[in-house]
């Protein structure tokens, strides 16, 4: 038989021997691609994604709440670990109106914050090394929580590491300020229970110190 014969003749064998592992393999595989599509249809119909990890910054500027995405990744790719990533979707999950913090439990919060935390080192490298070596810098000390907001009219609801000076959240103004946007209320409401949380159980939250050149 010619070679080519005989390595036709070979895949034949193996497909025979092993047919029904291949179909089971490729049922499997079309089950799973159809019920990831359904599940992304479904997150965005609801405009749901806990996959995401978004960094966001607020601040008040000239009696102006400003709402500012510093980086927004897949949660893996904060996290580096599927079972981190997959554990702290379903804490997101658990939020309620009354409590946007992800009710991760005390034995756990440093490593998920300290994850955020190492994210946003990364991106204010520059600024960290220049202080460092003594040049020219503006410093300040941030606070961050981990929330998902459940209540108000948020246009989409996504895992939000919320990242604000301390000396601001802990002297937020008595009243509402000026917003960028209506749906932003739920932000200003998010924070007023970040500063009496942070008084309640500070355990909830990490401090960092930002520098930028």
């Known amino acids: ?40 249809a479904a997150d965005w119909k ?12 607020n601040s008040i500027t000239d009696g102006t709440l400003k709402i500012r995405t510093l980086c927004e990744k897949r949660c893996e790719e904060v996290f580096l670990n599927a079972t981190a990533a997959d554990a702290i979707q379903k804490f997101a999950k658990k939020t ?21 935390l190492n994210e946003l080192s990364e991106q204010f490298a520059p600024g960290l090394l ?10 300040a000390k941030y606070i961050i929580a981990l929330t998902c907001e459940a209540a108000g009219e948020m246009k989409t609801r ?10 601001l959240l802990q002297s937020l ?16 409401e998010t924070l007023q229970f970040l500063a009496a949380e942070l008084a309640r159980n500070p355990n909830r939250f990490m401090e960092m110190e930002l520098s930028v050149p």
């Open 1 to 40: 038989m010619p070679p080519a014969d005989q390595i036709i003749q070979t895949l034949i064998d193996y497909v025979k021997d092993h047919a029904v592992k291949l179909i089971t393999g490729l049922i499997l595989m079309a089950l799973g691609w159809y019920v990831g599509r359904r599940r992304a």
């Open 46 to 57: 609801k405009q749901e994604f806990l996959d995401r990890m978004n960094l966001s910054l």
């Open 96 to 116: 309620t109106p009354a409590d946007p913090i992800l009710p991760i439990p005390n034995d756990q919060i440093w490593f998920y914050l300290n994850s955020v």
């Open 130 to 139: 220049k202080r460092d070596i003594g040049g020219p810098v503006s410093s």
């Open 158 to 167: 996504k895992i939000r590491a919320m990242v604000i000076q301390r000396a």
């Open 173 to 188: 103004p008595a009243e509402t300020p000026k917003l960028e946007s209506p749906s932003h209320i739920t932000r200003w």
